[in-house]
């Protein structure tokens, strides 16, 4: 009885001991070099290839634990040509749209020393069905579950993401879970910035259509084209990153039909050609808009259909996943200003890279359908960030200032952060500076022979187009995360000269910790008149108004600042 309870508390002891000891974050992949085969009737995907890891961990390592999608089985790890000692246990991680990913813990024939890195050749394969296990087990009903968990590997449509949806190359990660706040995210931002100066080298082909020329495979990435004699219809096609960066690897199988037009890749479904042809008609004004503000689109741009027509939308680089089921001419344009921006403007940084993207689509609904258009756009991103920011004012003071690091805009690889508030802060910079000093800070962005490396690179260059100091601006919204503004009208006091000129002395306030240049509207008699005042954070500011008037009410931030508190914004004037 005693060595039996001995025993067992052995056995937990040493579980518990090695579990300890395992620093799932010890080491990254640097580098992937991999052959992907696909055998779409059997919903397969088998892989074997070479990975380098890096151990960036402060501490020597022998054992790492290495992670695929909950089903796919590990083959072979080998080192140095030689077979090494791995154990295989499933691992729950809301990673995976299965909720779980097959663990390999492998003891390495030597330790790895901090800094240093080991190859390793590995194989492994199984199936990829669609799977919503991860959103289903938290709530989500399963017809809308698989709107968004569309991965799979199919003989009609294939489409499969990475890491964060589906871990078809293998990953090193702590558990995730959907249910924990906002865990699931930090796992994924934390994965995708300890990974984004990896490279990844993939060729992929099916043993599909021997006989099918309409079957197509492609995937996103530089040189994802695989153009041998000039046909594209193959089934072999080879993806590069030199460095991942934003990137998700993304890859997709159908039989497509192809409706491209270089630099314009679409492939569409039979049955969608109306809505593949309103994305045609709206390249020639999308491509002169976003030539006028990026400069001229290089890469190619990819667009890809979805067999569900419900299927949420998905960009990585320059390939974007979206149904063309239905003719939506406004989304076409936004949707192509969007990928055009990103093959304009390459950027190593995501709140430029993916922030001027979606603040051109801004700018381009503002030209279709005016300035209110626009801010109604631009607020539907607030609600993204909103949360967070709150967060980030609410939260006691030391708190804050850890937290302002981690989502500094600068730096983060929070999604909501790099695409909607960006959105607003170039929005911000362009109201503040105008068009022309914008567009000429854009223009003089180089992202390539590593101009882009100082984190003040771009304030300097629209600084030394505006000839105008934005340091306070950069650090509040870019540099740190500071929440957001809260402006209130702190007093006014209407008055009038000698010769009767209606004159109005306003005095704003604003409680945030991040200061704006925000517009405020004074309702008169005789009309209004809209001017703008820049308030410091957690400061007030005062200005004169000449009115056409007798005023009645002020209005401050037409939406295009995002603040903290929306229910303070307007203040009546009462009369003398
Ligand atoms: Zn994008």
Known sequence: MIMRFLSVLCLLCSASCFAAALDREAFTVAKYDLQIRLEPQQQRLGARGKITLRNDSGQPQKVVALQISSS???????????????????YTSDIDHTGAVSEAIVTLPVEIK?????????????????DTTRLTRVGVPQEIAKHSSWDQISP????????????????????????????LFEVTDRWKKREQDASMKLSLNTDAGADDRTLLLLCNGNNSMDTREGNMHDRYVRCGYERLGLATPIFAMANYQDQSKPPLYLFSFPGHE???????????????????????????????????????????GTLLMASMAAEDSKLAGINLVHELVHSALPSPRPWVYEGLAHFAEAMYRQQQGGRQAALDFLGLHRAAFLDSEKEVSAAPQKNAAEKSVGLALATTFDETYY?????????????????????????????????????????????????????????????????????????????????????ITVTLENLGSAGAEVPFTIICAGGEVTKRIEVRAKSTATTRVELPGTPSEIVINDGS??????TNTVFKISAP
Do not use: C
Not at 121 to 129: A, D, F, Q
Not at 422 to 438: E, K, N, P, Q, S
């Open 72 to 90: 796919l089985n590990w083959r072979a790890i080998r080192v140095d040509g030689k077979a090494v000692q791995f154990v295989s246990q499933p």
């Open 114 to 130: 901090p800094k240093d890195s080991v190859e390793l050749e590995i194989g492994y394969e199984g199936v990829i069905p669609l």
């Open 156 to 183: 009609s449509f294939t489409a499969v993401r990475g890491a964060g949806y589906v871990a078809w190359y293998p990953i090193t990660t702590e558990s995730a879970d959907f249910s924990e706040g906002n865990s």
């Open 274 to 316: 109306a809505g593949a042809a309103t994305y045609f008609n709206a390249l020639e004004p999308a491509a002169k808009f976003v030539s006028e503000w990026f400069g001229q689109p290089s890469a190619p741009v990819t667009i890809a259909d979805f067999a569900d027509p419900n299927s949420a939308p998905f960009e990585s």
């Open 419 to 503: 695409r909607s508030k960006a959105a607003y802060v170039w929005w911000m910079l362009r109201d503040m500076v105008g068009d022309d000093a914008l567009k000429q800070a854009i223009r003089n962005y180089r992202a390539a022979n590593d101009d882009d490396k100082d984190p003040k690179y771009m304030e300097q260059l629209i600084e030394a187009a505006a000839k105008r100091d934005l340091g306070w601006f950069f650090d509040d919204w870019v540099y740190h995360d500071r929440g957001l503004p809260d402006f209130r009208v702190q007093s006014v006091h209407p008055w009038q000269t000698d010769k009767d000129v209606q004159i």
């Open 561 to 566: 600042v995002p603040e903290i508190d929306l």
